[in-house]
């Protein structure tokens, strides 16, 4: 990496941004799409599982960024596509249900 890089994986990895795992399967029937889809659904989850801890009651909505971690590992067993990733997330804003 160039000096520009490591500074902003630096700041990546300060204690603002949370580390968080998640899978996610797609069926191989799908066609090409599916290795796509399973990475969306990895995604996903490794943003729920790295919030989770955070918010004990389910916010309205999160905005923030998600920056792709480590290589992400895909691999097909039993008919699905299995994907494996590690995200950093950093949230901005959180909105809550509103109670009347």
Request: hydrophobic share 40%.
């Amino acid at each position: 990496m160039d000096d520009l890089e490591s500074a902003r994986r630096a700041a990546w990895e300060s204690g603002a941004a949370l580390l968080s795992q998640g899978e996610g399967t797609a069926s191989v029937m799908k066609g090409p799409a599916a290795k796509s889809l399973s990475f969306q659904d990895a995604v996903r989850d490794a943003i729920r599982r790295g919030l989770r801890d955070r918010y004990l009651d389910a916010p309205r909505q999160i905005s923030g960024d998600a920056v792709l971690w480590d290589d992400p590992q895909s691999f097909v067993r039993s008919g699905v596509y299995q994907t494996a990733v590690k995200v950093r997330i950093l949230v901005r804003e959180v909105v809550s249900y509103r109670i009347f």
